[in-house]
Structure formats: C-alpha cells, structure tokens
C-alpha cells in the first residue's frame, strides 16, 4: 500500500512537472519611469506595459487553476500527489501575485511623483 502511494505521488509529479512548462510565467514591465523627471509618454507607455502586465497575470493564474484541475484528475485520487500539486500550484500563484503588487505599488508611486509635478 505505502509503495503504490510513492509510486502515485512520483508519477503525480512527474505529470505535472511535464505539464507546467504550459503555463508561462508572464513578463513584468523592464522598467518603471522615474515620475520626477519621465514625459508624460513614457509614463502612459509604462501604464500600457502595466495593464499587458497584469492581463498576463492573471490569465497565468487561470491556467495554473485549470492545470491544477487537470493534473489532480489524472492523479486519480493519489491524494499525496494531488496535495503536492496544489501546493506548488500555490506557490507558483502567490509568486506571480506578490511581484504584480510589488510593481504595480512602485509604479503607482512614480504616478502619484508625476501627478505632483503638475
């Protein structure tokens, strides 16, 4: 029984490191203007690289959900497996989530130093 449970949690993971190369961990913006000394251009062009951004967030989020969804059918009730996965799914969410906020928080703030300006 404890053999067949390894033997299920080691295929669970191997499928899901198979299938994780799926979802694309999206790209966050290179650069945030400085507000203190950036055009008004490159500030709207940043907003335009901020909302790309997290539209890419969050279709990542929803195909780490449907890959999770996915790969949990196929373990077939390996429960070990299956709480493995989505422990690594929520991982992999929380990443992407915390790094959004983090820039977005930086780049509000360089929006607020340009608004000031005027």
């Known amino acids: 029984m404890r053999v067949s449970v390894c033997i299920a949690a080691c295929l669970a993971m191997a499928m899901w490191q198979t299938a994780s190369a799926d979802c694309t961990y999206p790209k966050a913006p290179e650069s945030i203007p400085d507000g203190s000394t950036a055009s008004e251009g490159e500030m709207v062009t940043a907003m335009s690289a901020f909302k790309q951004y997290n539209t890419d967030v969050t279709a990542y989020l929803s195909c780490l959900d449907d890959e999770t969804s996915?790969?949990?059918?196929?373990?077939?009730?390996?429960?070990?497996?299956?709480?493995?996965?989505?422990?690594?799914?929520?991982?992999?969410?929380n990443a992407a989530v915390a790094e959004l906020k983090g820039l977005a928080d930086k780049f509000n703030s360089q929006v607020r130093t340009f608004k000031a300006r005027k």
């Not at 059918?73 to 690594?88: D, F, L, N, T």
């Open 70 to 93: 996915d790969k949990a059918k196929e373990a077939g009730g390996a429960v070990s497996a299956i709480m493995q996965m989505k422990a690594m799914q929520a991982k992999k969410h």
